[in-house]
């Protein structure tokens, strides 16, 4: 048979796989069950990923794999064998804040904060997307997003702030 | 959730060799086939799916959008949701196909489904997805709770006294619309299947949702040509405006010259348990003026056969008004 069996190297059960995550090359073992979402946050200790319902509906989860955003918990680790992850540790960091993260902060974009991530994972993505002018158009191009504090009056405008260009960069 | 071996294919000919083993391809398949994942690594969670051995089809290319000769298209197996929403074709020739696209799941879902997937994605019926209570999709003779139960979202055509889960694709209503062939791949065959005859109705076996066998690997799928002057809409009415499976869509194609309809297509979705078309009720529309009565009379025929639950009888009447609705803008 000319499949590969990926774990037949070591016949531990476990799957090599070679992933680029927030620019680093990581060489990992993992358990075929163990989802990307797991995966960085168990194995690579990135907790700025976020954990919600893990069955693909509320968006906390959110990375961007080979540059386009997908919910990590619906997606098996042993299957990204040469992709690259982006993480939110990989957007800004404290000091140098991605204008997005920056346009949250001045907008008061979040409440209690765990969706926070996947939202602004989303909405950094949504820049490159198709996504028309309007409030409406975005609501629709994040709504795989859930805040269940209802911060989305401010996520909208924190998301139309950087799309016309208004945010500084950096801290607010 | 249950181990499992992990496999990657190198070719669609190892793929299928992979699977052929498994005793069915229907629910409690041994073996899958991985692609996007957002319906099985969901299901397989919930213990819903539980296969041993899983073939990661990923990189066997089949991502492809290519115009035909004839004028139609063909579109790759593992062509992503997004992509093949946003193309340039799909949206020009086929914009019904690229709107219920766009209405279905989430960005981040659909940059990673894919056109296989979606025509296989499987019921959202809180029964099927729930493995504590019967339902004889999942276990076959175990019942059917939602018939008396929670069935505000599922079937009312189509249906039987084993099942009323709703086929919950948006994509495949569109592309039933659009008169989509399914091409799979087998051991030692190919073979086109017309899309009104790729999905079964549940009848007392509700576990086999498609006809595909043990080994089957679809391709792609084939979209013949419009006819000339074509247009199309799509339309999903549901509980909120975005990221919600339909309580009723329409997927409504239609050309109208000299005043009068000349061609008349479409297919319902979130009202049955498979995409659901009626032949006869766009024959009545042939020759028609292009009104609300017109489209009223067809809407009726396409509802007669509908059996409403007990929490489900607004879709008969939301089913009409979406028909007529699709085609007033289709012909806009």
């Not at chain 1, 069996?5 to 995550?21: N, R, S, Y």
């Not at chain 2, 083993?21 to 996007?36: D, E, H, K, M, Y």
């Not at chain 2, 020009?92 to 981040?108: P, V």
Request: a neutral charge; glycine letters at 8%.
């Amino acid at each position: 048979m000319s499949t590969l069996d990926l774990a037949e190297a070591k016949g531990d059960g476990l799957t090599l796989v070679t992933m680029v995550v927030n620019g680093k090359k990581l060489e990992l073992r993992v358990d075929p069950r163990m989802s990307l979402l797991d995966c960085l946050r168990e194995n690579l200790h990135l907790t700025g990923t976020k954990k919600g319902c893990d069955h693909g509906q509320c968006g906390a989860c959110t990375v961007h794999i080979n540059g386009r955003r997908a919910n990590s918990c619906l997606a098996f680790a042993a299957v990204q064998d040469g992709h690259e992850i982006v993480t939110i540790e990989g957007l800004g960091s404290p000091g140098h804040l991605h204008p997005m993260q920056a346009a949250f902060l001045e907008n008061d974009a979040y409440q209690c904060g765990y969706c926070t991530s996947g939202q602004i994972m989303s909405a950094v993505a949504l820049l490159e997307e198709p996504c028309g002018p309007t409030d409406d158009d975005v609501r629709d191009f994040m709504s795989g997003n859930i805040c269940r504090c209802g911060a989305y009056a401010n996520i909208v405008a924190a998301v139309q702030q950087v799309r016309r260009g208004q945010s500084k960069k950096g801290e607010p | 959730m249950k181990l499992f071996e992990l496999e990657r294919a190198s070719d669609p000919a190892a793929a299928i060799a992979a699977a052929v083993a498994s005793p069915t391809a229907q629910q409690g398949a041994s073996i899958r086939f991985l692609a996007g994942g957002t319906t099985l690594v969901d299901l397989m969670k919930l213990g819903v799916e539980q296969p041993e051995r899983l073939i990661d089809i990923n990189r066997l290319g089949l991502d492809g959008i290519q115009e035909q000769t004839d004028g139609g298209v063909r579109i790759g197996a593992l062509v992503r949701n997004s992509d093949l929403a946003h193309h340039p074709l799909v949206k020009k020739r086929y914009a019904a196909l690229s709107e219920a696209i766009l209405a279905g799941a989430s960005t981040q879902l659909r940059n990673v489904a894919t056109t296989a997937g979606n025509l296989l994605q499987r019921t959202r019926c809180v029964y099927f997805r729930d493995i504590a209570t019967p339902c004889n999709k999942r276990e076959p003779g175990s019942g059917c709770p939602a018939i008396k139960g929670a069935n505000r979202m599922l079937a009312i055509l189509g249906t039987s006294e084993a099942c009323i889960a709703t086929n919950p694709s948006d994509m495949a209503v569109a592309m039933m619309a659009y008169d989509a062939s399914v091409h799979v791949q087998a051991v030692s065959t190919e073979r086109s299947i017309a899309l009104k005859d790729f999905y079964l109705l549940p009848g007392d076996r509700p576990d086999r949702e498609n006809v595909l066998e043990p080994g089957d690997l679809v391709t792609h799928v084939t979209l013949p040509p419009p006819p000339v002057g074509e247009k199309s809409v799509y339309l999903k009415l549901r509980d909120r405006a975005s990221y919600e499976f339909a309580l009723v869509s329409a997927a409504a194609a239609v050309v109208v010259s000299n005043g009068n309809i000349t061609s008349a297509r479409f297919a319902l979705g979130g009202v049955a348990t498979r995409p659901w078309r009626v032949p006869e009720a766009e024959r009545m529309l042939i020759g028609q003026v292009p009104t609300e009565p017109s489209f009223r009379r067809a809407a009726d025929l396409a509802l007669a056969e509908a059996k409403p639950r007990s929490q489900n009888a607004f879709k008969v009447e939301l089913a009409k008004r979406c028909i007529v609705e699709s085609f007033k803008r289709a012909g806009r």
